[in-house]
């Protein structure tokens, strides 16, 4: 069955330091990859995306993402938090081959908590 | 340029009571779909749809009918609200991934909050 899985419903980072939110996914073929912002009582906010090409995408705020094919994971990165990034992240994936190809899978979130 | 605009934003049903949720998106996209979202369980996907006139069932379909009449307009409708249905409710929408130009990433709005007592 296609998933998407975030291993990590809390991650904890101090402001300035790096930040990782893990994504893995289980979708076959070749599937666009997809990272969102949620921020408290908001609609989610696309951040960035990997279609194809350079393994490592760029993305809004500052966020980048390092897709790893052979390990099917789309961690999202930033070299050093703010506490306004503090938000639900959700990874997720398209499915664009065969039957499921309009389907999107999501993960069930990642809460990021910056400090200052 | 609107974007994906969701109303209500807020709702309290009584049980038994219907209701539709109105989602209508600006950017000419040819998907549509309605998502729930409740603590711990992230997104859902109820229902979609890849065209005008057509419609699909999601993972959490009981309960909810839609209807897409107009390309920019997708419609959820509860006919007998439970109080297994309090949610928050995302509309989002995106172009076919088909043609090679559109990479497909989705648009949300900004989410209706529904309480059935």
């Known amino acids: 069955a296609q998933s998407v899985a975030q291993p990590e419903d809390q991650v904890n980072v101090a402001e300035g330091n790096p930040l990782t939110v893990k994504c893995t996914y289980s979708v076959s073929g070749n599937p666009y990859l997809f990272w969102y912002v949620q921020y408290p009582n908001r609609g989610l906010q696309f951040l960035l995306k990997?279609?194809?090409?350079?393994?490592l995408v760029k993305g809004s705020y500052g966020f980048e993402a390092e897709f790893n094919k052979s390990q099917t994971s789309f961690h999202l990165k930033k070299p050093s938090a703010l506490v306004s990034d503090s938000a639900l992240y959700f990874c997720a994936v398209r499915d664009i081959n065969g039957y499921n190809f309009n389907k999107f899978y999501f993960g069930s979130g990642t809460k990021l908590n910056v400090k200052p | 340029n609107a974007g994906v605009t969701q109303t209500p934003k807020f709702r309290v049903l009584k049980t038994g009571q219907s209701m539709t949720l109105l989602c209508a998106q600006d950017m000419n996209h040819e998907y549509m779909y309605w998502y729930r979202q409740d603590p711990g369980m992230g997104l859902r996907l109820i229902h979609y749809s890849v065209g005008e006139g057509t419609t699909a069932k999601g993972e959490v379909p009981d309960g909810y009918n839609v209807s897409r009449l107009k390309k920019q307009n997708f419609l959820l409708g509860l006919e007998s609200a439970a109080p297994s249905q309090t949610s928050v409710y995302f509309c989002?929408?995106?172009?076919?991934?088909?043609?090679?130009?559109?990479?497909?990433?989705?648009?949300f709005g900004e989410g209706s909050r529904l309480t059935v007592l």
């Open positions: 989002a929408s995106s172009y076919s991934v088909r043609g090679g130009e559109n990479t497909g990433e989705l648009f």
């Open positions: 990997y279609i194809t090409g350079d393994n």
